[in-house]
């Protein structure tokens, strides 16, 4: 089994910075990805950014490119998300999730942690 637990996370300005932290623990070679995603209020919950195995990095959103950067750190079997020039419309609750080697849905998912960016 993979588990995971997220930290990070908080009340900023627009234009401040936050990291979100990913710690993995479990069977580590069973993992495909490492996705974060979000859910503002009264939307559906998004893919914003993953992370492959081999370390390839994508951005599933326009919106966060040039701005968060998602990577990981192999030796604390943890994955970042940093944000950067953060925007009202960035808030939501952001989760981290994982993508098992031959799953097709994200599974487990982290609790999720309330970012909100004040104008």
């Known amino acids: 089994q993979v588990h995971v637990v997220e930290s990070g996370g908080g009340l900023v300005q627009a234009g401040e910075s936050l990291r979100r932290s990913c710690a993995v623990s479990?069977?580590?070679?069973?993992?495909?990805?490492v996705g974060w995603h979000r859910q503002a209020p009264a939307k559906q919950r998004e893919l914003v950014a993953v992370?492959?195995?081999?370390?390839?990095?994508?951005y599933a959103l326009d919106s966060v490119r040039g701005r968060f950067t998602i990577s990981r750190d192999d030796a604390k079997n943890t994955v970042y998300l940093q944000m950067n020039r953060l925007k009202p419309e960035d808030t939501a609750v952001y989760y981290c999730?994982?993508?098992?080697?031959?799953?097709?849905?994200?599974?487990?998912w982290g609790r999720g942690t309330q970012v909100t960016v004040s104008s």
């Open positions: 479990g069977n580590m070679f069973n993992i495909a990805a």
């Open positions: 999730a994982i993508l098992r080697r031959g799953g097709t849905a994200y599974d487990p």
């Open positions: 992370i492959l195995a081999n370390g390839a990095t994508g």
